[in-house]
């Protein structure tokens, strides 16, 4: 039988692609996941299920740009423009006090745009470095669920072998227990 393998997901897919993708990884988890003689547990294929969605989801959240390059741009520049308007007209008008105010309004406000713009990045650049955090909880989690299966297995394992063990001294302290009584007279 030859192993199943999951399309790869390309570059910038489009929701039927990821769609697609979760499809097959899902049709993968059951095609490893059976026995023989039967299907995958359902819990089991709920949970694999529900962290291939919601890595899938952080993912599309990780792609989405919802800020405007050019408004961003726009933003920039501008602050740019009354930062050096502020800082020439302070520096010219010096000796003025009439034009000084103006000058450091003009400065005042583009570094406030400044300081905008920089908020502006940073909120993005948080946004990306939580949805990685959530990605790799997400893939801490599987793997502890993966080794408590495995000692539940473990556990399983060792109660029928200590239940096998009870059984074949009950079976002996009933043959000890059975041949020192005396029979009781009738």
């Known amino acids: 039988?030859?192993?199943?393998?999951?399309?790869?997901?390309?570059?910038?897919?489009?929701?039927?692609?990821?769609?697609?993708?979760?499809?097959?990884?899902?049709?993968?988890?059951?095609?490893?996941?059976?026995?023989?003689?039967e299907g995958?547990?359902?819990?089991?294929?709920?949970?694999?299920?529900?962290?291939?969605?919601?890595?899938?989801?952080?993912?599309a959240q990780n792609e989405v740009q919802k800020d405007d390059p050019v408004t961003r741009r726009l933003l920039?520049?501008?602050?740019?423009?009354?930062?050096?308007?502020?800082?020439?007209?302070?520096?010219?008008?010096?000796?003025?006090?009439?034009?000084?105010?103006?000058a450091l309004v003009c400065?005042?406000?583009?570094?406030?745009?400044?300081?905008?713009?920089?908020?502006?990045?940073f909120r993005k650049w948080r946004r990306k470095k939580d949805a990685q955090l959530r990605i790799e909880r997400l893939a801490n989690i599987e793997a502890l669920n993966k080794r408590i299966k495995g000692l539940e297995r473990a556990l399983e394992k060792e109660e029928k072998m200590l239940e096998k063990k009870l059984k074949k001294v009950r079976g002996e302290v009933d043959t000890l227990h059975a041949a020192t009584t005396p029979p009781v007279p009738s």
């Open 76 to 102: 920039f520049m501008t602050a740019a423009c009354l930062t050096t308007i502020g800082f020439w007209g302070t520096a010219v008008s010096l000796h003025k006090t009439a034009y000084l105010v103006g």
């Open 40 to 59: 995958m547990s359902f819990k089991q294929w709920q949970a694999m299920a529900k962290t291939e969605i919601a890595i899938a989801v952080a993912a």
């Open 107 to 121: 400065a005042g406000a583009g570094i406030l745009l400044l300081i905008c713009a920089g908020e502006w990045r």
């Open 1 to 37: 039988m030859t192993e199943f393998q999951a399309p790869e997901l390309p570059l910038n897919p489009t929701p039927e692609q990821r769609a697609e993708y979760i499809m097959m990884r899902l049709e993968q988890f059951i095609r490893e996941g059976r026995s023989v003689g």
